[in-house]
């Protein structure tokens, strides 16, 4: 009962995140299945945090929809195109140390950290168009995304946000609820292929969701206010990371 408790005391916290910045969820709910819930195994963290986060993901997906921040087209080409990296990275994930490949992504988080930071001036398109050449620049960023972020067993959403405003140049809020549709095609397509060999905890993955849809409501109503001062919600979403980064490599 405790050990549930503690999940999804954890989910609340999860959720938080993910509206808030529409990434960070997975990152997050690997080091605190493992030194929080006390998971003994980090390959059964990362499975179950795929499903945790992906379910979250879909929530949080629901609250950013009613509220308009969701642009469906290009949300749409990004996560199909990555729906086939993210198996076979998981795939490949599951053969290496779950600890090594969280040490490894936390370098690669400080990159983005400081990609977000160098980006947060840049001009924002009021809406996603869509046309060939965006469609490429989101097919090739989705399918590569994808692939990292299921070898990683993460649902990537600090990957996608700036793959989003990269390909698009859509405003910061849209692309965080956007980047909700593939964080949960993600993560769904990494929790199946580890669940498959036995490596996600389902009580676990339950309480985490339910203490998400909370933390969810909060973290969207925070990031509508933030979104509201220019390169607030960018800082924020890049110190996320950061902090996150420096965690993972202190632990």
Same mark, same amino acid.
């Not at 950290?113 to 947060?120: E, N, Q, S, Y």
């Given at each position: 009962m405790a050990q549930h408790l503690l999940g999804a005391g954890s989910g609340v916290l999860i959720g938080f995140v993910l509206a808030l910045v529409g990434g960070g969820g997975s990152i997050l709910a690997v080091p605190l299945l493992l030194y929080v819930v006390r998971v003994p195994d980090p390959h059964v963290a990362i499975g179950t945090s795929? *499903?945790?986060?992906?379910?979250?993901?879909? @929530?949080n997906l629901v609250i950013h929809a009613r509220r308009g921040n969701v642009s469906w087209g290009p949300a749409g080409i990004f996560a199909g195109a990555g729906v086939l990296g993210a198996y076979i990275g998981s795939s490949a994930g599951k053969s290496f140390d779950g600890d090594r490949l969280l040490s *490894?992504?936390?370098?690669? $988080?400080?990159a983005v950290?400081?990609? $977000?930071?160098?980006?947060?001036n840049a001009q924002e398109?009021?809406?996603?168009?869509?046309?060939?050449?965006?469609?490429a620049r989101l097919s090739i960023s989705g399918a590569t995304t994808g692939l990292v972020s299921g070898f990683f067993g993460i649902g990537g959403g600090f990957l996608?946000?700036?793959?989003?405003l990269a390909s698009t140049g859509m405003p910061i809020l849209t692309a965080v609820g956007s980047s909700l549709v593939a964080v949960t095609a993600f993560g769904l397509t990494t929790a199946l292929n580890y669940a498959h060999a036995g490596l996600v905890n389902w009580t676990l993955a339950i309480a985490f969701l *339910?203490?998400? *849809? @909370?933390?969810?409501q909060l973290g969207a109503s925070l990031a509508e206010r933030l979104s509201k001062s220019r390169g607030a919600l960018n800082k924020v979403f890049a110190g996320v990371i950061l902090a996150t980064a420096l965690y993972m490599l202190a632990s």
């Open positions: 795929a *499903l945790a986060v992906a379910a979250n993901a879909a @929530t *490894l992504f936390a370098f690669l $988080m400080i950290a400081g990609l $977000m930071l160098w980006k947060r398109a009021p809406q996603a168009s869509l046309n060939h050449a965006v469609a996608v946000v700036p793959g989003l *339910l203490g998400g *849809l @909370t933390g969810g």
